[in-house]
């Protein structure tokens, strides 16, 4: 038996894991599925490796299944444990907070109307009612604590002590599946691979609790070329809200992708066909340098993720930022964005109006005021994709973008910027 949707998956790379592919797959042929996956609001914005779940949702959708988008208002509490040690906990209003911000970025990427339309579910509906009591005689019964020691961040976390907060975590995320199968016939539940564990310990607390054979699949985790992890934990986050990283930065990021991954990026963030990944595949391999797969990537997960707009404003911004067009044409809130990302100094607008020179190392397109001048008269520095002449130059009223920005080059690619603070 095979899934037309499954095997979509598969072939974009969607595919990690899965508890019976052959049973799955009659299922998904057989009529409509309903599947859930959970996010836990453990900071205020899903980042871009929740994209990854959004898509396959979508996907499912698509093909005629209904989504339940669970937000964890209880489990988001608590946390999945961590390789690195014990989670410090949120307080209950801040995440009930990030639940909703949360709830709002989940409901732009599905369908709400029709026969396969989403639900967003939160897991504090049934755990909050729930008591301890019922909760170890109905759920922690079913599971054995020598299964539950095996897991391997318990393992991990053994010799350094784990809280039974978090130990207890499974039952939760569990618990959940349980749920949804009693109260929405929810018959599938997917997430990231590193999520496995606690999936497959769901799929069987529905077959204990309720003799019921249910499905589970897992994604692969996003990794850069050298194996590593992108997310919230390794540094450098690229968040779905754009006030904690600008649709700019955003795009930029997707700009920036290694040749190597960029075609496995394409099958899996894009509704690319698989004509079109392979043409650009082919490009890649044969003309690296016009990074044509980077630009469609980038396009097209910015225009999903912001909209359209925002996309053509990042384009607009980069290519102001090199002189191709006119950096006074952007708008203040991307200009913001552009200098957030390129992370320059910020400097007090009541100490005066900054020199050239001072503007050019504070950026830190130069590592000294001496390179600043001597970028100056080798006629290498600019100022708003203007060339600067005078190394006496001080920067005036009308040169500051948005009333307080200021864009340093040197040369054609080291690009800088400082704000000025409060500035008139």
Not at 17 to 29: F, I, R, W
Not at 162 to 176: G, P, W
Not at 180 to 189: E, I, N, T, V
Not at 333 to 352: C, H, K, M
Request: aromatic share 6%; net charge negative.
């Amino acid at each position: 038996m095979t899934s037309a949707v499954l095997d979509e998956l598969k072939w974009r790379g969607l595919l990690a894991n899965s508890t019976d592919e052959e049973a799955l797959a009659a299922a998904l042929e057989a009529g409509p599925v309903t599947f859930y996956v959970g996010f836990d609001p453990t900071a205020p914005s899903l980042h871009f490796g929740h994209l990854v779940q959004l898509i396959v949702a979508r996907h499912l959708q698509e093909a005629g299944h209904r989504p339940l988008m669970l937000v964890g208002g209880s489990t988001g509490q608590i946390g999945d444990p961590r390789d690195s040690g014990e989670r410090t906990l949120n307080p209950k209003e801040v995440v009930a907070g990030w639940v909703e911000r949360i709830r709002g970025q989940v409901e732009q990427y599905l369908d709400f109307d029709g026969p396969a339309a989403a639900t967003v579910v939160n897991n504090l509906d049934w755990t909050g009612e729930m008591s301890v009591l019922d909760f170890l005689r109905d759920i922690g019964k079913h599971f054995p604590v020598n299964r539950m020691l095996a897991r391997d961040v318990v393992r991990k976390r053994l010799d350094d002590g784990i809280s039974f907060t978090e130990f207890s975590y499974v039952l939760l995320q569990s618990l959940d599946y349980l749920e949804l199968h009693r109260r929405y016939g929810c018959s599938l539940q997917f997430g990231g691979s590193d999520q496995w564990g606690n999936i497959t310990a769901g799929v069987e607390l529905v077959r204990r609790a309720d003799d019921a054979r249910v499905h589970a699949l897992a994604t692969p985790l996003m990794t850069k070329a050298d194996g590593t992890k992108f997310g919230k934990t390794e540094g450098g986050a690229v968040w779905l809200d754009p006030a904690l990283t600008s649709p700019y930065a955003f795009h930029q990021f997707f700009l920036n992708a290694e040749d190597a991954k960029v075609v496995e990026y394409l099958k899996v963030f894009t509704r690319r066909s698989h004509e079109e990944i392979e043409e650009l595949a082919r490009q890649t391999a044969e003309q690296p340098h016009l990074r044509a797969a980077q630009k469609v990537l980038a396009d097209d997960v910015t225009a999903l993720v912001h909209s359209p707009q925002e996309r053509d404003a990042a384009v607009a911004a980069a290519s102001a930022l090199f002189g191709r067009s006119d950096l006074r044409d952007l708008p203040g809130a991307v200009l913001a964005g552009v200098v957030a990302e390129l992370g320059g100094a910020e400097l007090p607008a009541a100490d005066g109006m900054p020199s050239v020179v001072d503007v050019l190392k504070r950026s830190g397109v130069v590592a000294s005021r001496g390179a600043a001048r001597r970028a100056i008269t080798e006629g290498g520095a600019y100022i708003n994709n203007v060339k600067v002449a005078d190394v006496d130059a001080v920067i005036g009223a009308d040169d500051l973008l948005d009333g307080r920005f200021v864009i340093a080059r040197r040369g054609k690619r080291t690009v800088g910027a400082v704000t000025l603070v409060d500035a008139p």
